[in-house]
């Protein structure tokens, strides 16, 4: 099982180019999550989907955009890349939330370390 | 506003005892978890705690109370491999995660 892959694993963008982080995940599982995480704070939601087909903001959307045309995959998009977009990304997903049964638990994948030049 | 806190380091002996602590006010509660990230890799789900006391799992426990807005990991018998950041997550009444910043554990020989 490989659980959640993510690609490019590091990438380096000049201000004003596009690119597209890709997440798979390989679990069946409904819930797929795109975050942040910048030196000296916790992780922050950018948008997150709840189904295939289904996408939603989350504390920090803008300048991103996603797409889950697919269950098993979730894509993250940033269509002019600034400096402040440099971050550690990581996807994550989970079988959802109604209770617990392993169900609100996330499964992360290694992370994608972009910088914006 | 919602508020996770933690300390920021945090140094312990190898062999020995550490609690890490976590106060948070949220929106609404529906549980708190812990996760650990070893330096650059992905995090990794430790426990979760949503009713107050202590959940054991081998050397690690995590302890709840609500009414105080509290908990703390504790890690006992310590080992190099323990070295790691421990990220402390509250699951709010909108079932959204909000994270502490979380504590980075250097263990020293």
């Known amino acids: 099982n490989a659980g959640v892959t993510q690609t490019p694993k590091f990438r380096v963008l000049k201000t004003g180019q596009s690119m597209t982080l890709l997440c798979a995940q390989d679990?069946?599982?409904?819930?797929m999550y795109w975050y942040r995480q910048d030196p000296g704070m916790g992780l922050r939601l950018i948008h997150y989907?709840?189904?295939?087909?289904?996408?939603a903001k989350g504390e920090v959307p803008d300048g991103y955009n996603v797409s889950r045309l697919k269950k098993q995959n979730f894509l993250l998009g940033l269509e002019s890349a600034a400096p402040s977009q440099t971050s550690v990304y990581f996807c994550?997903?989970?079988?959802?939330?109604?209770?617990?049964?392993?169900?609100?638990?996330?499964?992360f994948g290694a992370g994608s370390r972009l910088t914006v030049l | 506003g919602q508020n996770i806190d933690q300390p920021t380091e945090m140094t312990a002996t190898e062999g020995a005892i550490v609690q890490i602590n976590c106060t948070y006010q949220t929106s609404g509660f529906n549980g708190l978890f812990w996760y650990q990230q070893h330096a650059g890799e992905a995090p990794t789900f430790l426990s979760y705690n949503v009713l107050d006391g202590l959940e054991e799992k081998g050397r690690f426990s995590s302890f709840l109370s609500r009414s105080k807005g509290y908990s703390y990991l504790l890690l006992k018998e310590l080992q190099m491999k323990d070295s790691a950041s421990y990220l402390c997550a509250v699951m709010d009444s909108n079932y959204q995660l909000i994270w502490g910043a979380g504590t980075k554990l250097i263990i020293k020989p």
């Open positions: 679990m069946n599982h409904e819930y």
């Open positions: 994550a997903s989970s079988t959802g939330t109604s209770g617990f049964s392993g169900a609100n638990v996330l499964t």
């Open positions: 989907s709840v189904g295939e087909g289904t996408t």
